[in-house]
């Protein structure tokens, strides 16, 4: 099972360029989840998704969208890319959203210059 | 509301015991820990639910104190292998979005 499949592994922007980071799970989890990470500061949630076709703001969603179409696939959209934005970006997935243990992906490093 | 993780840093011998503790200030619903490796993805290690129930790794051992809302990850006989950040997430209630902690760096030497 390839479990959680994140793509590019790393990636530099341009100031005020655009760029979608790619997620893909394998295992039929309803939900799905992106966060990033800045060093010493933990994991922060930008959105989630509780299945397909529905949506929902985490605690740091500004400059971010997201969309999901499919149970499989749930893309983050970075629009106008700036210097905050550089950090480490995991998806992750769970069966429910309810005290169940999160599946990550890789990880997408990115930095905005 | 993001949970507090003590101590900031650990470094242990091999074999030697460690305890890293999470705590929050809000009434707790279940505590989450995961252990991240340096450039890797974080890996579940255990969840311990209000109630006492618990769902995890085997060979790790927890607690949660539900009166101080405060949970620790108890390392007996470290191994060179559990040298890591370890996050504490926390749920507030069944419809809550797990919160991390910053995260516990713990090294284990030869």
């Known amino acids: 099972n390839a479990g959680v499949t994140q793509t590019p592994k790393f990636r530099i922007l341009k100031i005020g360029q655009s760029m979608t980071l790619q997620c893909a799970q394998d295992?039929?989890?309803?939900?799905m989840y992106w966060y990033r990470q800045d060093p010493g500061m933990g994991l922060k949630l930008i959105y989630y998704s509780v299945g397909a076709g529905i949506t929902d703001k985490g605690e740091v969603p500004n400059g971010y969208n997201v969309s999901r179409s499919t149970t499989e696939d749930f893309p983050l959209r970075l629009e106008l890319a700036a210097p905050s934005q550089t950090s480490v970006y995991f998806c992750?997935?769970?069966?429910?959203?309810?005290?169940?243990?999160?599946?990550f992906g890789s990880g997408t490093q990115l930095s905005v210059l | 509301q993001q949970p507090v993780q003590s101590p900031q840093a650990v470094i242990l011998r091999e074999g030697e015991d460690a305890v890293i503790n999470c705590s929050s200030s809000?009434?707790?619903?279940?505590v989450h820990w995961y252990r991240q490796k340096h450039g890797e993805a974080p890996v579940f290690l255990m969840i311990l639910l209000k109630g006492g129930e618990q769902k995890g790794h085997e060979k790790i051992s927890a607690s949660f104190n539900e009166k101080k809302q405060q949970s620790s990850l108890y390392l007996t006989a470290s191994q060179l292998s559990y040298s890591g950040t370890y996050f504490c997430?926390?749920?507030?209630?069944?419809?809550?979005?797990?919160?991390f902690g910053k995260g516990i760096t713990l090294s284990v030497r030869p």
């Open positions: 809000k009434a707790l619903y279940s």
């Open positions: 992750a997935s769970s069966y429910s959203g309810r005290s169940e243990k999160l599946f």
């Open positions: 997430g926390t749920e507030y209630g069944a419809n809550s979005k797990l919160t």
């Open positions: 295992m039929n989890h309803n939900y």
